[in-house]
């Protein structure tokens, strides 16, 4: 599949080759439309965003604390 998106999942969203093959039959197949994948992609990134910025923020306070 020569997509962005796909590549995006490839190499970094999409763990098992089980989902890979489902993103393929879906776009290959099913035909899913871009605006879709686009839209499921952008909630994935903006899920691991959040969580990487919490978890940023609780460790910015451990590493204050130790150079104190």
Same mark, same amino acid.
């Given at each position: 599949?020569? $997509?962005?998106?796909? +590549? #995006?999942?490839?190499? #970094? #969203?999409? %763990?098992?080759? %089980? =989902? *890979? =093959?489902? +993103?393929? &039959?879906?776009? /290959?197949?099913?035909?899913?439309s $871009?605006d879709? $994948?686009? *839209? =499921?992609? !952008? !909630?994935?990134?903006?899920?691991? #965003? /959040?969580?990487? &910025?919490?978890? /940023?923020? +609780? *460790?910015?306070?451990?590493?204050e604390?130790? +150079? %104190?």
């Amino acid at each position: 599949v020569d $997509c962005p998106l796909f +590549l #995006l999942h490839y190499y #970094l #969203l999409t %763990e098992s080759d %089980e =989902e *890979m =093959e489902e +993103l393929r &039959q879906d776009c /290959r197949v099913t035909c899913k439309s $871009c605006d879709e $994948c686009k *839209m =499921e992609t !952008a !909630a994935i990134v903006n899920r691991f #965003l /959040r969580k990487h &910025q919490r978890r /940023r923020k +609780l *460790m910015g306070k451990s590493v204050e604390r130790m +150079l %104190e």
